[in-house]
């Protein structure tokens, strides 16, 4: 039964990688941005999906816990969307951008993988492909994303060793 819930949730929430759907806007500054997060989706049902399928692909999940009117948030997304990026990201994980608000909606999916509260966005969540929090302590330090170089965000991203 357990495995029908899974296969359902995979196929019934399953979408392309969030990194080849998300398209960088041109932007006067020195990156790229993105608008990828969406209030009135069910991030919960996102990130469990996402889940399922980083279970069946032996893929690690990041969960990019931001807004639209952050422009660090929309830094990170922008670098995310950019085709080397995009490529290294679909190889080696499952993406889901989590709506965060004004830092007061989605907070149980942070607490679910035990960041208490979200300080700053975005708030970015390596995990396992069994829900294990592997970047606890840079998780929360992303709120300086458009202003850090693009190698730095690709090599963390693509050279990712767990922090336990």
Same mark, same amino acid.
């Given at each position: 039964?357990?495995?029908?819930?899974?296969?359902?949730?995979?196929?019934?929430?399953?979408?392309?990688?969030?990194?080849?759907?998300?398209?960088?806007?041109?932007?006067?500054?020195?990156?790229?941005?993105?608008?990828?997060?969406?209030? /009135?989706?069910?991030?919960? @049902?996102?990130?469990? %999906? $996402?889940?399922?399928? #980083?279970?069946?692909?032996?893929?690690? =999940?990041? *969960?990019?816990?931001?807004?639209?009117?952050?422009?660090?948030?929309?830094?990170? /997304?922008?670098?995310?969307? @950019?085709?080397?990026? %995009? $490529?290294?990201?679909? #190889?080696?994980?499952?993406?889901?951008? =989590?709506? *965060?608000?004004?830092?007061?909606?989605?907070?149980?999916?942070?607490?679910?993988?035990?960041?208490?509260?979200?300080?700053?966005?975005?708030?970015?969540?390596?995990?396992?492909?069994?829900?294990?929090?592997?970047?606890?302590?840079?998780?929360?330090?992303?709120?300086?994303?458009?202003?850090?170089?693009?190698?730095?965000?690709?090599?963390?991203?693509?050279?990712?060793?767990?922090?336990?």
């Amino acid at each position: 039964m357990r495995f029908l819930i899974l296969f359902l949730a995979v196929l019934g929430l399953s979408t392309a990688p969030a990194s080849q759907a998300l398209k960088a806007e041109p932007s006067e500054t020195s990156h790229p941005e993105a608008r990828p997060f969406d209030e /009135s989706v069910n991030a919960g @049902e996102q990130v469990d %999906a $996402a889940l399922a399928r #980083a279970q069946l692909s032996g893929k690690r =999940v990041i *969960v990019v816990m931001g807004a639209n009117w952050c422009h660090d948030s929309r830094g990170l /997304s922008g670098w995310f969307a @950019e085709p080397r990026f %995009a $490529a290294m990201l679909d #190889a080696k994980y499952e993406l889901v951008y =989590v709506d *965060v608000g004004m830092k007061d909606r989605n907070i149980d999916i942070a607490r679910r993988f035990g960041i208490k509260s979200i300080k700053g966005t975005p708030t970015v969540l390596v995990l396992s492909s069994g829900g294990d929090l592997l970047n606890p302590k840079s998780a929360p330090k992303w709120r300086n994303a458009a202003s850090r170089e693009e190698d730095d965000i690709f090599v963390y991203f693509d050279q990712f060793a767990p922090e336990l």
